[in-house]
């Protein structure tokens, strides 16, 4: 199951900032948040992970809660191009220390219009 | 420049065939994964794979099979086991899985499998 909850969707203006919230209230210590976005039948496309931080690059800035139980992913200058579905997902671990695996849950599918 | 290659795009199979989708990386990446997607939902993980010669089953394994001989490919094989296996099939690789990695997982293109 997936350990993120997100608003189905958003609609946001063209050139204004896109702020896109995640719950993940029961994620560990060690698990990192990831944001990704899928565009209609492409392969999703990596945008900003964290795990206790603010971190930002130059595609977006990702803020997480002090007790790291939601995060935002904040697109400062949204365009018709970042219309899409932007999936929060926490990285859990496999078992017998194999590392770790993305759990996806619904996404939001966030529509810049003009 | 490196990526993640998933090859065909579409395919089409039919009832009780077997049915193998590509995924090549040239990332050096060690570990690799595979997710099915449905119509207006996540990806959910079949099999993942960390190191050359071992994989282990995800989420979503009965149906599927995998081979990891070579650090570069991470062939699926969907069987004719898989009672429902009209979907959008993606790769995924990552530097490092290890517990406290911190690394970006690249996907693949994806494939469209339906069946006929």
């Known amino acids: 199951d997936a350990k993120t909850t997100q608003p189905p969707s958003m609609d946001c203006a063209e050139g204004r900032a896109a702020n896109l919230p995640c719950n993940h209230s029961?994620?560990?210590?060690?698990?990192?948040v990831y944001w990704y976005r899928q565009i209609h039948s492409q392969g999703p496309q990596y945008i900003i992970h964290?795990?206790?931080n603010n971190e930002t690059n130059e595609m977006a800035s990702l803020i997480i809660t002090e007790d790291r139980k939601s995060s935002t992913l904040i697109l400062p200058h949204a365009t018709l191009r970042d219309t899409a579905v932007y999936y929060c997902?926490?990285?859990?671990?496999?078992?017998?220390?194999?590392?770790?695996?993305?759990?996806f849950g619904q996404g939001t599918e966030l529509s810049v219009k003009p | 420049d490196g990526g993640i290659t998933q090859s065909p795009k579409y395919l089409f199979r039919k009832e009780g065939q077997n049915v193998t989708l590509s995924c090549e990386q040239n990332?050096?990446?060690?570990?690799m994964y595979w997710y099915r997607q449905d119509p207006g939902q996540g990806l959910r993980l079949i099999y993942y794979?960390?190191?050359?010669?071992?994989?282990q089953k995800g989420d979503i394994a009965e149906g599927y099979s995998v081979s990891r001989e070579k650090k570069e490919s991470f062939p699926l094989t969907v069987t004719s086991a898989q009672k429902n296996p009209t979907a959008f099939y993606l790769c995924?690789?990552?530097?490092?899985?290890?517990?406290?990695?911190?690394?970006?997982?690249?996907f693949g293109s994806g494939t469209r499998l339906t069946v006929v």
């Open positions: 794979s960390q190191i050359v010669n071992d994989f």
């Open positions: 990332l050096n990446h060690d570990a």
């Open positions: 997902i926490v990285r859990v671990s496999l078992p017998y220390n194999q590392g770790g695996k993305l759990i």
């Open positions: 029961t994620i560990s210590g060690n698990e990192y």
């Open positions: 964290g795990l206790k």
């Open positions: 995924a690789s990552t530097l490092s899985s290890g517990l406290f990695a911190n690394y970006g997982y690249t």
